[in-house]
């Protein structure tokens, strides 16, 4: 596609729900990122993708964190047995291998948890 | 681990007016890029300005420039004639050479007065 694209955009779910946030990369991008940015805060790096595999997870916060991605392609991160310090804006991100003009991000999807 | 400062959590400029955001950051690394990205309501993080660490001339881009000191490890974004759409959070970030993510800044509030 022409941009990221996230979604959903927003998210309210109540205290214990598992959640799943999707993102669909530039298509060609082999690089996919997820950050976490608190309210007020800078972005946290949660998981790096590279094609399907992800060789730096390092961000996940807690065991109820895990991210896939299939065909090179859409990933999805999901959130179990959610908390209200879950709440956040999670955002996505691509770029190609080999380059480094910076990523390009989606608009990302809040999460808020009741 | 790299690190990455931004000191002023909110600044104002005057329309037309020149602003300068700071971002000091912490490596041991000799090659490196840097990055301006700035946020604004959207969320979408739109990338403003690049900078290689190799590179001693400073990048510039329209109205935006940086100001790269490398032995300081310093790199502050100046914007020129700043107009009421440059109103926004803007977030300065850090990628080694060879790394695979990048490592934001706490971010600085711009707000652009009429």
């Known amino acids: 596609g022409a941009g990221v694209s996230q979604s959903p955009s927003n998210k309210v779910t109540e205290k214990g729900k598992d959640v799943e946030l999707r993102c669909d990369p530039i298509s060609g991008h082999t690089a996919l990122y997820w950050y976490r940015q608190s309210l007020g805060q800078g972005l946290e790096f949660l998981i790096y993708f590279q094609g399907n595999s992800a060789p730096d997870k390092s961000g996940l916060p807690s065991d109820r964190f895990s991210a896939e991605r299939t065909g090179g392609s859409v990933s999805t991160l999901t959130i179990q047995r959610t908390q209200q310090e879950d709440s956040a804006v999670y955002l996505c991100a691509s770029s190609p291998t080999g380059v480094d003009y910076g990523y390009t991000f989606g608009s990302g999807t809040r999460l808020t948890v009741v | 681990a790299q690190t990455v400062t931004q000191s002023q959590p909110e600044m104002s400029v005057q329309e037309a007016e020149t602003v300068t955001l700071s971002c000091t950051y912490d490596?041991?690394?000799?090659?490196?890029?840097l990055f301006w990205y700035k946020q604004p309501p959207s969320r979408q993080m739109i990338l403003v300005i690049r900078q290689e660490a190799y590179k001693q001339q400073n990048a510039t881009e329209n109205r935006f420039s940086v100001n790269f000191q490398k032995a300081a490890k310093s790199f502050s974004l100046k914007i020129s004639d700043s107009q009421l759409g440059d109103a926004a959070m803007y977030f300065c970030a850090y990628r080694g050479l060879y790394g695979n993510k990048l490592v934001f800044g706490a971010g600085t509030i711009l707000r652009v007065k009429s």
């Open positions: 490596t041991s690394e000799s090659d490196y890029y």
